[in-house]
């Protein structure tokens, strides 16, 4: 499935360039991933957006998860609340509906 709105991506769907991301990007993303977005889904999203504007760099999976631990608490800062989200790997699939780049630690 290919994306309606025009924005280049990787092979594996990333955004060539994070500045064209946009809310309906993300949409259509997570469409092709056969994601839903819901309220939950979104707060994720804005979490990593942030956290990559703060650090400019994009943590590995643990670091992912306590640093939502510690910012959203500890009922959504576990592997089994964001698997239930993104059920193929919450940080690669977070980081590619967000429009950030596929984590270095991510196959």
Request: aromatic share 12%; hydrophobic share 40%.
């Amino acid at each position: 499935m290919e994306l309606n709105i025009k924005a280049a991506t990787t092979e594996q769907g990333f955004l060539l360039d994070k500045a064209e991301w946009t809310e309906e990007i993300a949409q259509q993303l997570a469409k092709i991933e056969g994601i839903e977005l819901s309220l939950a889904h979104w707060e994720i999203l804005k979490f990593i957006r942030k956290f990559y504007q703060d650090y400019e760099y994009l943590p590995n999976a643990r670091v992912f998860t306590k640093a939502i631990k510690n910012e959203l608490g500890a009922e959504k800062g576990n592997s089994r609340y964001l698997l239930k989200l993104f059920p193929e790997g919450p940080l690669k699939y977070a980081c590619k509906i967000a429009g950030l780049p596929k984590p270095p630690s991510c196959l």
